[in-house]
T-cell receptor, first 112, second 115 residues
Framework: QKEVEQNSGPLSVPEGAIASLNCTYSDRVSQSFFWYRQYSGKSPELIMSIYSNGDKEDGRFTAQLNKASQYVSLLIRDSQPSDSATYLCAVTASFGNEKLTFGTGTRLTIIP | GAVVSQHPSWVICKSGTSVKIECRSLDFQATTMFWYRQFPKQSLMLMATSNEGSKATYEQGVEKDKFLINHASLTLSTLTVTSAHPEDSSFYIC???????????FGQGTRLTVV
């Protein structure tokens, strides 16, 4: 059974601070890793994708991947109230035309 | 990014009736489409994967005769919930990917309520 695990939270972070979200996965052949943001009642929105070990930065977001440890994380710098949402980690064995396995999501609340 | 449109965004139906949900790729050819279901406070669970012109591949535990998926063209896939019951009430989300895509794109989702 392929699994993706996340701490369900809730995670509360003061506005302006760094929010750190973590995810582990069980399938060693996983190749593609995604972080989605989902607001209540809405569809997931892609925040970051990462395919190789190391860090990938995009604006206030940094994804980190460590395939040896089967671990992927998302850092959100200068957290804003609009970042309050559920963050879903997803992995796939190949690329975007393969099915995603989602984690249960971490609910993040940014406190003004 | 590519645009995927899902319709309707919400629907209420009576128990025992059937409901059809459409998922369209507006600016690319979707060789693969995925259908997910999400219950409140839970994550997305994949129901089935469909490739254009082929029968859908259903995940374990998903009734293929209840959830009919058609992917007859490269821009349209439909999910029909047949003989819907209140326990089928959920948020249904499609995503689509084209050949060579590194990610799939999600539709807006459909909130189904069966009364």
């Amino acid at each position: 059974q392929k699994e993706v695990e996340q701490n369900s939270g809730p995670l509360s972070v003061p506005e302006g601070a760094i929010a750190s979200l973590n995810c582990t996965y069980s399938d060693r052949v996983s190749q593609s890793f995604f972080w989605y943001r989902q607001y209540s009642g809405k569809s997931p929105e892609l925040i970051m994708s990462i395919y190789s070990n190391g860090d990938k930065e995009d604006g206030r977001f940094t994804a980190q991947l460590n395939k040896a440890s089967q671990y992927v994380s998302l850092l959100i710098r200068d957290s804003q109230p609009s970042d309050s949402a559920t963050y879903l980690c997803a992995v796939t064995a190949s690329f975007g035309n393969e099915k995603l396995t989602f984690g249960t999501g971490t609910r993040l609340t940014i406190i003004p | 990014g590519a645009v995927v449109s899902q319709h309707p965004s919400w629907v209420i139906c009576k128990s025992g009736t059937s409901v059809k949900i459409e998922c369209r790729s507006l600016d690319f050819q979707a060789t693969t489409m995925f259908w997910y279901r999400q219950f409140p406070k839970q994550s997305l669970m994949l129901m089935a994967t469909s490739n254009e012109g082929s029968k859908a591949t259903y995940e374990q535990g998903v009734e293929k005769d209840k959830f009919l998926i058609n992917h007859a063209s490269l821009t349209l896939s439909t999910l029909t919930v047949t003989s819907a019951h209140p326990e089928d009430s959920s948020f249904y989300i499609c995503s689509a990917a084209g050949q060579g895509f590194t990610e799939a794109f999600f539709g807006q989702g459909t909130r189904l309520t069966v009364v």
